[in-house]
């Protein structure tokens, strides 16, 4: 079926997306995040690609049907896995106009209306998070691609201080560069420094610890060995299993001092400057010289979207220019953000990031922000009082990393306990996290960053692992 013969249908797959729409998201708070049926719903799909096809409506109906009962409900406010945001009534609505508008991002010739956007996100952004106004951004499709902008600028920096254009030369003659880290160091930045030639175990880890946490006299024995050489620091801000930061003061310290250039990883901690509440643990962050969040983490927009941060103006262009006759040279005040960027073609996601923040300000993502803040407290409370519930760690941010702990069962049964635990707290759906392992020992780690959760949400989690438990959710499967 040729779709130019749809070009009526349009509209009525519109209008079954809105109608599919409104019923989910009247289910949404009460849904479990797991349906019942997920794993049936799916098995449908599949097949050999179909010769003729049978039209947009019946493809829409299968997705708004079983395809909605196969979806984790992850836009909902129990859904505490991964570190997810929802997505706002905002950031909603303009998704949806941003795939109807179908706007390639990368240029200003070719979407005036994104590029601008983009410009006054970034902007806003930086007043929210307060970095400096002087400093560029962009937009990325995630933490990931965020940390790969940010560590190519650093990357183009070590280069430029060894007298090499990197970007015209790449690494020949170039001695290997020293990137070094806390065992805090997030998965997703490994893989961007594999990504730019550094490989995943380039990165030299100081910690002091079992957690994690960074051994900064180590690290400063490191750079003083290295006698005035250039190096990159990745300081974490909101590491995954406990939300803890690294001493980014004292980070940036040792960048000024040891010819470093400072890159921070704040996919969900750097949403802690927005409330001064978080100022003790970001002090030093408007120091370093590239910084990187996600926005479908606590900004609360839909996947994907990440953004970048660097101090130094021309820095981007100079790590991602692509040059060809047939494209248009930036002009002043119309940038050209895949110059910025990895991506060549973009999607705007800009339309989403800059509504949600137009709909609730400075002020409403300080309230949420703060009100997460408080629901970790009241979740480490509730798990603290509990006599079969164990508090691994403090809990800075959002996320509360504890284990069942059953009266009398041996330490070395509880890893497997728990492990089988979460299992059944995932396949069970009514809240939705899994486990990691936290100084030696599996542990659950809910991280509370969707604008729709509230008191009743948290304190599920303790509800439905301790009743999972009692029902012999951790016991051995038969």
Known sequence: MDPLGERDVAGEAVELAARTAAAYLDELDAAPVRHPDSSAAIEGFGGTLPEDGDGAMAALHELAGPGVRGAIQSAGPRMFHFVTGGVTPAALGADWLASLLDQNAGMWVSSPLASRLEAVSVDWLKDLFRLPAAWEGVLTTGATMANF??????????????????????????????????????????????????????????????????????????????????????????????????????????????????????????????????????????????????????????????????????????????????????????????????????????????????????????????????????????IDEADDLERLADVPLNVVCFRHRPAGMPEEELDEHNRRLGEAVLEDGRVYMGTTVYDGRVAFRPAIVNWRTTEPDVDAIVDVVRELAATGGGAPIQ
Request: glycine share 10%.
């Open 149 to 382: 902008t940010g560590l190519a600028c650093a990357r183009q920096w070590w280069a430029e201080r060894h007298g090499v254009n990197l970007e015209k030369r790449g690494f020949a003659g170039l001695p290997a560069a020293p990137v070094l880290s806390s065992d805090y160091i997030h998965a997703s930045a490994r893989k961007a420094l594999s990504l730019l030639g550094f490989g995943r175990e380039g990165v030299q880890v100081f910690s002091a610890d079992g957690t994690g946490s960074l051994d900064a006299g180590a690290l400063e024995a490191k750079l003083r060995s290295l006698d005035g050489a250039p190096a990159i620091l990745i300081g974490n801000a909101g590491e995954v299993n406990a939300g803890h930061f690294d001493a980014l003061e004292k980070l940036a310290d040792l960048a000024e001092r040891h010819n470093a250039w400072l890159h921070v990883d704040g996919a969900f901690g750097l949403f802690a400057r927005a409330t001064p509440r978080g100022d003790a643990l970001t002090a030093g962050i408007e120091r370093a010289d590239s910084v990187i969040a996600d926005g479908h983490k606590w900004l609360n927009v839909p996947y994907d979207c990440g953004f970048a941060f660097v101090r130094e103006p021309g820095r981007l262009a100079s790590a991602f220019s692509a040059p060809a006759a047939y494209l248009p040279d930036a002009v002043a005040d119309q940038p050209n953000f895949f110059e910025r960027a990895p991506e060549m073609s973009r999607r705007a996601r800009s339309l989403a990031v800059w509504a949600t923040l137009r709909a609730y300000g400075r002020a409403g993502h300080r309230a949420m922000v703060e009100r997460h803040l408080d629901l970790a407290q009241r979740l480490a409370a509730r």
